[in-house]
């Protein structure tokens, strides 16, 4: 029987002997076709692995593939383009796929292996970038650099690492030479040498605090009046943060803007260019709104309104972007630049009447404001009183006879019906923005909203309906007045009391009153994360907050802002128990409702 077993293991030992080996290159016998192989594929810095007759490879550095030697063994003799192949000495181009031809002449066999080489993404990447003394931060796809000095950025040439040819636009950028303006966020690519792979960075460099920047420039020509506009020409920086928006310089005009605010130190200013401008990247218009916020320290109550409006989509939400205002040279502090509250194509998107419009065209559009301190005895003023409440034409300006006449009676009318507790008349009265309205003002208190100023409706062509908007003018909201003992309250309804809101939810209890509880209820969390956007927003305009406060650092000017709140953080923390505070108590009333 032992020497069974013997006689078996030597016979094995044989046949394997004889096998054909693929990595036995001076075994070229086989006796099969299906034999012939291509093994132990090789070449340095690649990782292969076989799938059926094709070698992928992945390379974790961006190599150049137009030039490698590869290392192998086979059971037959190996050809590339019928070029014979040596192990270790013959080059190739791996930019593309190359086949390997494994043959077998005796008997006419071959068997043939496509290689393929793809870099791996994790090989792009830029290693370093700095332009002079300017440092950048590399993450993921963004390369951001910060310099304080307000620098011209128009024409630099950055000092860059990157593995492999970096290009701008399609054209190759060599580090210390290839020069960019800078003023506007640039996308460069990194490409893999065989230009299959790609990895784009974003590169943002930024100066001062970070934001745009309008320079306004006079000649010396002070600023001085309301009434009277001076000649300007204006720099506009967006200092890289609006993609392929570059500096530009626009022609028109300035004056001051504002009633109250007009004694204030810090002024708002209102511009008015020679063409319609879209500045900033925004749709483009002429006149412009340079807002001070010198009456709320947060410098974010209209932008945390305007936001609001936009994202409950009211037909017109005022932009709302902060800038760095300068006056011929000097800083005067962080603005929030917004439109001017009139009818255009992308603000109060009704039809422009005008004078010469015929008697068919009376329906629409009027833009109006109901506004207490307007007197008629100012020049230009045109103002009637509907039930109490003054208002008055804002646009058209000039009016002829019979559209005065239709507009203040329709006005009247609707007024009159809802003042009786008519139902008819709430078919004058548009429930969705009224609704928009009305809540925006009342989470803020806004004083200003209950019947006194900046209470702007709107009266479209053929439409028999008011619409309220845009929301305007919030810096004395959210608590931030002293001399209103009410709106300081958290609690307690507000805005309500002006006397149409209240006629309208007396008249319309179960209709409008409903259809604005059901808002809240469906669209309460838009309000919500806006307030939490408060913490976000302190900290990205940081910079510019903190050089505003150095040039007006009086946290109790004026006389009304709420006392005691001596710093800025105080100012925030006011701001946002207000806004939470307000919001729970809204939320519990309308939560109180059972239609």
């Known amino acids: 029987m032992y020497k069974s077993i013997a006689c078996l293991t030597i016979f094995l030992l044989m046949i394997f002997a004889f ?78 796929p190359v086949v390997y031809t494994i043959s077998y002449p005796q008997k006419g066999w071959e068997k043939k292996y496509t290689v393929i080489i793809e870099i ?36 630099l040439a950055p000092t860059f690492v990157a593995s492999g040819e970096m290009e701008l636009n399609g054209t190759p950028q060599i580090s ?138 009211m037909p017109f939400a005022p932009a709302h972007r902060f800038v760095e205002v300068y006056v011929n040279g000097k800083h005067k502090g962080c603005y929030l630049l917004t439109d001017q509250v009139e009818i255009g194509d992308t603000r109060v998107n009704i039809p422009k009447l005008k004078s010469t419009s015929a008697d068919s065209d009376i329906t629409g559009g009027y833009l109006l404001e109901a506004d207490y301190p307007s007197n008629e005895d100012d020049p230009g003023t045109i103002r009637w009183e509907s039930f109490g409440m003054p208002i008055t034409l804002k646009s058209p300006k000039s009016p ?24 008819n008349g709430l078919k004058y009265f548009d429930f969705e923005s009224t609704t928009q309205w009305f809540l925006t003002n009342e989470l803020f208190k806004n004083c200003d909203a209950s019947g006194y100023s900046s209470i702007f409706f709107y009266k479209d062509r053929d439409d028999d309906k008011i619409y309220m908007g845009p929301v305007w003018d919030f810096d004395i909201g959210a608590g931030n007045a002293n001399h209103c003992t009410d709106c300081q309250n958290t609690s307690g309804w507000h805005v309500r009391y002006w006397p149409r809101i209240t006629r309208l939810h007396d008249t319309g209890y179960n209709t409008w009153w409903k259809y604005t509880v059901q808002y809240w209820q469906a669209h309460k969390m838009v309000f919500r994360e806006v307030i939490d956007m408060i913490d976000p927003l302190v900290e990205k305009y940081d910079l510019s907050i903190k050089e505003n406060n150095k040039l007006w650092p009086n946290m109790q000017e004026p006389g009304f802002v709420v006392p005691g709140n001596t710093t800025y953080e105080m100012q925030i923390e006011h701001l946002k128990n207000f806004l939470n505070d307000r919001y729970n108590w809204l939320d519990g009333k309308f939560n109180s409702y059972d239609f």
Not at 39 to 46: A, M, Q, R, Y
Not at 124 to 147: A, Q, R
Not at 279 to 298: F, Q, S, V
């Open 19 to 96: 096998a054909p080996s693929c990595t036995d290159e001076d075994e070229k016998y086989i006796n099969d076709e299906s034999e012939l192989c291509l093994d132990n594929f090789s070449i340095e810095g690649v990782s292969f692995s076989y799938e059926n007759d094709t070698i992928l490879g992945h390379a974790s550095t961006n190599m150049d593939l137009s030039n490698l030697i590869a290392e192998f063994s086979s059971n037959g003799d190996v050809f590339v383009n019928n070029i014979p192949q040596i192990s270790g000495v013959t080059e190739n181009d791996f930019s593309s």
């Open 120 to 155: 791996d993404e994790s090989a792009l990447f830029v290693s370093s970038f700095s332009i002079g003394d300017i440092k950048f931060t590399i993450t993921e796809d963004s390369i951001i650099g910060y310099c304080k000095p307000n620098i011209d950025v128009t024409n």
């Open 176 to 313: 210390d030479e290839s020069v960019q303006d800078f003023s506007k966020p640039l996308t460069y690519t990194v490409y893999s040498s065989n230009r299959k792979l790609s990895k784009d960075y974003t590169v943002v460099l930024q100066t001062f605090t970070k934001i745009p920047q309008i320079f306004i420039y006079t000649g010396g020509a002070p600023i001085d009046s309301k009434e009277t506009y001076v000649t300007a020409t204006f720099a506009v920086n967006p200092n890289a943060t609006i993609e392929n928006v570059t500096r530009q310089k626009y022609n028109g005009k300035v004056r001051l803007r504002g009633n109250s605010t007009l004694g204030y130190p810090k002024p708002s200013f209102k511009i008015k260019f020679n063409d319609e401008v879209p500045l900033l990247g925004m749709h483009a218009y002429e006149e412009w709104c340079l807002i001070a916020n010198y009456a709320d320290k947060t410098l974010l109550r209209n932008w945390l309104a305007y936001e609001m409006a936009e994202r409950l989509g």
């Open 400 to 423: 002829t006879a019979k559209q005065l006449d239709y507009i203040s009676s329709f006005v009247k009318n609707a007024d009159s019906l809802i003042w009786k507790g008519n139902t």
